[in-house]
């Protein structure tokens, strides 16, 4: 997945917003929560992280492609980066980015959630 095609799919998850920041990496909030980066790559391969559930993270983790994500894993949060191939199919990564704006989105707060329109 380009970073194109990533900004393009992040922008079409309810109530989103983009910003550039650390180093230039793409960041997708929900509520002011960050769901997804794309960056930190080796410039080779685009470098997409996202939250995941505790199952989820024990699943892909060792998977090829795949890593907890730096930073994130190292204070024990739930983050999975595709770094490399052959990493996840476009439209599988799609699902996990949609899982993990569905998962940033549950920790907000009732008031927060109702007034962007998520409806959990």
Excluded at 35 to 51: M, N, P, R, V
Aim: charged share 20%; net charge positive.
């Amino acid at each position: 997945m380009t970073y194109e095609d990533f900004n393009q799919y992040c922008q079409s998850l309810p109530s989103t917003t983009y910003v550039i920041q650390w180093g230039g990496s793409h960041v997708w909030k929900v509520g002011g929560k960050v769901f997804a980066i794309g960056g930190w790559g080796d410039g080779k391969y685009s470098g997409i992280t996202f939250k995941v559930s505790e199952i989820t993270y024990e699943i892909l983790r060792d998977k090829p492609g795949l890593r907890p994500a730096p930073y994130f894993a190292s204070r024990g949060m739930k983050w999975i980066q595709q770094y490399n191939k052959p990493g996840l199919p476009d439209k599988r990564l799609k699902e996990y980015l949609q899982d993990s704006h569905h998962i940033v989105s549950l920790g907000l707060t009732k008031k927060l959630q109702k007034a962007l329109g998520l409806i959990q």
